[in-house]
T-cell receptor
Framework: QKEVEQNSGPLSVPEGAIASLNCTYS??????FFWYRQYSGKSPELIMS????GDKEDGRFTAQLNKASQYVSLLIRDSQPSDSATYLC????????????FGKGTKLTVNP | GAVVSQHPSRVICKSGTSVKIECRSL??????MFWYRQFPKKSLMLMAT?????????EQGVEKDKFLINHASLTLSTLTVTSAHPEDSSFYIC??????????FGPGTRLTVT
């Protein structure tokens, strides 16, 4: 069973702080990793993709990937109340599969 | 870029009727489209994968005769919920991909069966 695990939270941080979201995956051959943001009642929105070990930065977001530890994280700097949402980690397991395996999501609340 | 639309955004129907949901990629050609459903406060559940011009591949436990998928072109896929019942009430979301593995989601369709 190929799995993606996330801490369901809720994770609560004050405005301006760094929010750290974590994800582990079970399949060592996984190649592609994604973070989606989902506001309540809305569909997921792709915010970051990462394919190789290390850090990838995009504005206030930084994705970190460690394939040896089968771990991917998302850091949100200078968190804003508008960042309050559920963050979904998704993994493409490779091997020709087109599917993404999603974690159950971590609910983040940024308090003003 | 990578905009996906869905229509309708919200639909209410009576038990026993059928409902069609359209998913369109607006600014790219989608090699593959995916259909998900999501119950309140639950995670996404993949229902099926569809490729243009071929039969959809359904996930285990999803009834293909109940959830009919037609992927008529590289920009349009439809999901028809046949003989809908209240337990089919859910948030149905499509996504599309082009040559990479990133999936771009439509805004979703909220189905309520009375």
């Amino acid at each position: 069973q190929k799995e993606v695990e996330q801490n369901s939270g809720p994770l609560s941080v004050p405005e301006g702080a760094i929010a750290s979201l974590n994800c582990t995956y079970s399949d060592r051959v996984s190649q592609s990793f994604f973070w989606y943001r989902q506001y309540s009642g809305k569909s997921p929105e792709l915010i970051m993709s990462i394919y190789s070990n290390g850090d990838k930065e995009d504005g206030r977001f930084t994705a970190q990937l460690n394939k040896a530890s089968q771990y991917v994280s998302l850091l949100i700097r200078d968190s804003q109340p508008s960042d309050s949402a559920t963050y979904l980690c998704a993994v493409n397991m490779g091997g020709g599969s087109e599917k993404l395996v999603f974690g159950k999501g971590t609910k983040l609340t940024v308090n003003p | 870029g990578a905009v996906v639309s869905q229509h309708p955004s919200r639909v209410i129907c009576k038990s026993g009727t059928s409902v069609k949901i359209e998913c369109r990629s607006l600014d790219f050609q989608a090699t593959t489209m995916f259909w998900y459903r999501q119950f309140p406060k639950k995670s996404l559940m993949l229902m099926a994968t569809s490729n243009e011009g071929s039969k959809a591949t359904y996930e285990q436990g999803v009834e293909k005769d109940k959830f009919l998928i037609n992927h008529a072109s590289l920009t349009l896929s439809t999901l028809t919920v046949t003989s809908a019942h209240p337990e089919d009430s859910s948030f149905y979301i499509c996504s599309a991909r082009t040559y990479g593995v990133e999936q771009y989601f439509g805004p979703g369709t909220r189905l309520t069966v009375t």
